[in-house]
Structures are given as structure tokens and as C-alpha cells.
């Protein structure tokens, strides 16, 4: 079946899941959709081993074609991004400048660090001759919160203002330097040249502050062609330029297209918004990208809820999926606990804010994207033919589904509590 036929089926199950939910289930709709896609994919492979219908094999060639992490990186990500950044409130990220700073870079270290050193320790004690660069490898890949997991989920459910703009923006950051962390360790150990100082730095250069100058360069010359025209049709089309077009230079001129998608993002949302667009473009331009990112973040987490049926599990895989998630969880409350001891001596905050980033520091289909990257056919366990990109795989898939379905769909209550404090402190 041609991918593209593939992609359009996948779209309706993900709709008819969708509606299903609406009517009988009432969950957050991509908490819903992974679920769905989790009893789907695991009743296939019940259906197998019972001799009832064989369709794990042709389910996973099928997912094969689409190669999820050129899917997402090359493709969806740009839409997914630029549609968050437009949501962004400038003037309150203005406002926590600072925080969001110290939490994408300061608490995506110290999480790399800490997940690696301690996973190595873990398998050392269990056994597992998992070694120390590939332990960290899986802690860069899974620090970083993802910011589509969570403005999926957590921005819909109306946080505080504080916390929405420092989870928010955590997310939209921390992927520029994440990405850096991960391409040199990723260089370390699987590739021919050793990194050097100098070459991070111009790595980081590059990709991160390349990409912020990129974005805001995208996002000047849309504003003045949005600006030149009162067309209302072609307002709307203009800004579908950018996560296409605009996200696949980024590529070419290798700079980081996802931060430019959140900075050109920012800009349309917070400048051209209000003197760029046609009252008309104004008010349909928030349900424009409202539906083109529901659309896609449905087939995203459906794909997310099926990509089991392409991995293989082991019994040294299940205890490395137990250990990871209490481990990341681990990692996740330290850094945003550090950072809110020095937060705390220039600013009050919730007493709920260190639990809710905590816990609402999801990670989703960008950190499985990665996983993915990993090449196949370093054995740790050659008597089972168990390899360091499989370990690394199951492991960021429980984070992954832990994090959407058990973190996405439980952090209701603490938000409820973090708003009537609000409430009664005001």
C-alpha cells in the first residue's frame, strides 16, 4: 500500500477514535487517540499468537514505509511548532524570561547527566553491559520536554499563568539544546570524528542561535507580505508558507528549523496578529491552526499508540522500560526542584509549581524520533541479538506512553488545586 494511502487511513482511525471519544468517553482527545491506538495495536498481536488473523507483520511493514522519524522531523513538526508559537502571550514569557532560560538549559543538562551516570549505575548493579555514552545518549534524547505532548495536553487544561508560560515555553525552547547534546554524544559514539570544544560551540551557534536568527528573519519578511495584501483567503495561505517552505530551507542552511517555527510562530501571533491581518484574517486565524494541528497531532499520537508493533521485546527490554520511567520521573523532579531554589529567592510562586512541571513535563513523539535515529546492530546482549538501539527504543517508549496516558490524563486534579490557590491569593 503506498504511503500516502497508509497516512490516509491512519487519519481516519485517528478522527473515528476521536468521535468515539467525544461521545462516550469524554478524554483529552490525544490521550484518547494513543490509547486507542494501544488496544489496537495490542489486539493484533493477541489475534497472532492465537492463530485468530495475522496482521502484526503486514501493521508493521505498513509503519515501516512511513518512517516515523522522517515523518516527524522532516515533515509535521514544522506545522506542529509554528502552531504553538502562535498561542504564545509574548508579554507573559517576557515576564518569565529567566525561569524558561534556566529550565531549558540548566535543567535539560543536569537531567542528561543525571539520567545517564545513574542508568549506568543501575545496569552495572543488574548486570546490563550497557555502556556509559549510551546511557547518556538516552538521558539528552529524553530530557527535553516535548512541545507538542504538551500542548496537546497540558496548555488546554488552563494552568496558571506562570506555570502555563514556564511549561510552555520550556517545551518550545529546550529542543535547540537538547539537539546539540545529542548530535555530540550521538558523534562519540557512533561516529569517525571525535567533537571538540570548539566544534560544539559552532554546533550551537549554528543550529540554535542560527535558527533564532533564521526564524525571526521568516517571520519579518511574512509579516510584510501578510501586511501587503487584504485578501483574507490569502493572509491564511501566506502563513502556510512558512512550517512548509520556510521549515525546509532551515534544513538546507542547516540551522534549527523547530526554533524558527516557534520564533516566526511568536511573531505572527504576537506582532502581524494585530496589525498585519484583515479583521476577518484575525478571527479565523486561531481556528485555521486549531484544526491543522488537531489533524495532526491525531495521526502523530495514533502512530505514537501503534509504533509497538515495530519493536521487539525482551525480557531484559521489560526491566529496562521498569527502570527508565521512575528513573526519568526521578531526574525530572530534581532539576525543576533546583531550579525553583533559586527561583524562590527573587520571586514567589505556586507551592504547586515544582509538582505540576514535574509531572506535566511530558515527552511524546520527538524524543521517539530520536530513538529511532539510533543505529541498529551494536549487540549488548549478542546471545539474544539484543542491541543498544533496541534497549534505547522500549526504553523512551514507556517514557513516552507513561508520560502521555498515566502524567497527561492524571494532572487535572493538580492544576484544579494550583488554580484555587490562585484564587484565594490574589
Known sequence: ???????????????????????IGKMQTTIAITAGALILSLGIIIAGQNGWFHLEDIAAEQLAHINFEGFLLKGILGFLLFAGGLGIKLPHMEDQKWEITVLALGATLFSTLFI????????QLAGIQFDLIYCLIFGSLISPT???AVLAIVKKLDAPRRISTQIEGESLFND???LVIFVTLFTIAFGNETPTVLGVGQLFLQEAIGGIVYGFSLGL???????????????????????TAGYVFADIIHVSGPLAMVVSGIMIGNWTRYIGFSKESEDHLDHFWELVDEFLNGVLFLLIGMAMLQFS?????????????????????????????????YRNYNPLSV???????LRGGLALAMAMAIPAGILVIPEKNIDVREIILVMTYAVVVFSILIQGSTITPLIKKARAWEAQNK
Request: glycine share 8%; charged share 10%; net charge neutral.
Open 1 to 23: 500500500m503506498p504511503v500516502y494511502s497508509t497516512l490516509c487511513f491512519l487519519a481516519a482511525a485517528a478522527m473515528i477514535i476521536a468521535f468515539i471519544n467525544s461521545k
Open 116 to 123: 545517564g551516570i545513574s542508568l549506568w549505575g543501575i545496569c
Open 146 to 148: 516535548d512541545p507538542i
Open 176 to 178: 535547540g539544546f537538547g
Open 221 to 243: 519578511l511574512f509579516h510584510y507580505l501578510i501586511s501587503s495584501t487584504n485578501d483574507h483567503s490569502m493572509e491564511l495561505l501566506l502563513t502556510l508558507g512558512i512550517p
Open 313 to 345: 521485546f525482551h525480557q531484559e527490554d521489560w526491566l529496562m522500560m521498569v527502570i527508565a520511567v521512575p528513573l526519568v520521573l526521578l531526574s525530572r523532579y530534581l532539576s525543576i526542584k533546583l531550579s525553583y531554589l533559586g527561583f524562590s529567592r
Open 355 to 361: 509538582k505540576i512541571l514535574t509531572w506535566g513535563g
